[in-house]
């Protein structure tokens, strides 16, 4: 939740600044944002190619795991389907980019803004900022009412670390190394599945 508010404070911060033209002008003339989205990603490659535990997690899981964030995957995107046509100006390619996020709103927002431009961006990052939030204070009616793996799937690519801990609480331990293995596989195929819907 601090993360994610943190996110949001930076967010609103760039945006007055903007507005307001009270940045230097060679951050408004030059797109430093795939640079950063490069190193971004770098350091997302650096993090699970470095965590053995996490590697571990995976190489270590029954192969009917593969099936929860495939689950999550498929189901996010009848979601972002069904909603589409209600969307208004906002097309099913663009509702698939933006829930393609799985949660990962700072790199997906990227990504969108990148290829979709700063209004799409900020919904990415709005709409996977929601979904952690979301996660983490519904959680305990989520398992309740749908099982065990229901909010490791809603927790998106988040279920291996900021929704981890109330997951776990209302899931039990048993279910972290499946939580953890669905969060990084998910986690793994946001930039594919982001650039994919949105360059169509």
């Known amino acids: 939740m601090k993360g994610s508010l943190i996110i949001v404070s930076f967010f609103f911060i760039g945006t007055i600044l903007g507005v307001f033209r009270l940045v230097p002008s060679e951050l408004l003339e030059n797109d430093y944002s795939m640079y950063i989205l490069y190193f971004l990603m770098f350091l997302v490659g650096i993090s699970i190619g470095s965590d053995k535990n ?7 899981q029954n192969w009917k795991v593969v099936l929860v964030p495939l ?3 498929f189901g996010t995107f009848m979601g972002c389907i069904a909603i589409a046509p209600l969307m208004g100006n906002l097309s099913t390619s663009e509702c698939l980019a933006v829930g393609s996020g799985f949660g990962y709103y700072s790199l997906s927002s990227i990504f969108i803004s990148q290829y979709k431009g700063v209004e799409m961006g900020t919904i990415a990052l ?3 900022i929601m979904r952690e939030i979301l996660t ?8 309740a ?14 279920s291996m670390d900021t929704t981890l801990p109330i997951i776990t609480k209302y899931t039990g331990k048993e279910y972290v190394p499946i939580a953890v293995f669905h969060g990084i596989a998910v986690d793994f195929s946001v930039p594919f599945l982001v650039t994919f819907f949105a360059t169509l």
């Open 54 to 60: 996490a590697l571990k997690t995976i190489f270590n």
């Open 71 to 73: 689950a999550t995957i």
């Open 126 to 128: 709005t709409s996977n």
């Open 136 to 143: 983490l204070i519904l959680t305990p009616i989520i398992a």
């Open 145 to 158: 009412k749908w099982g065990k793996l229901a909010p490791i799937s809603a927790g998106g690519a988040t």
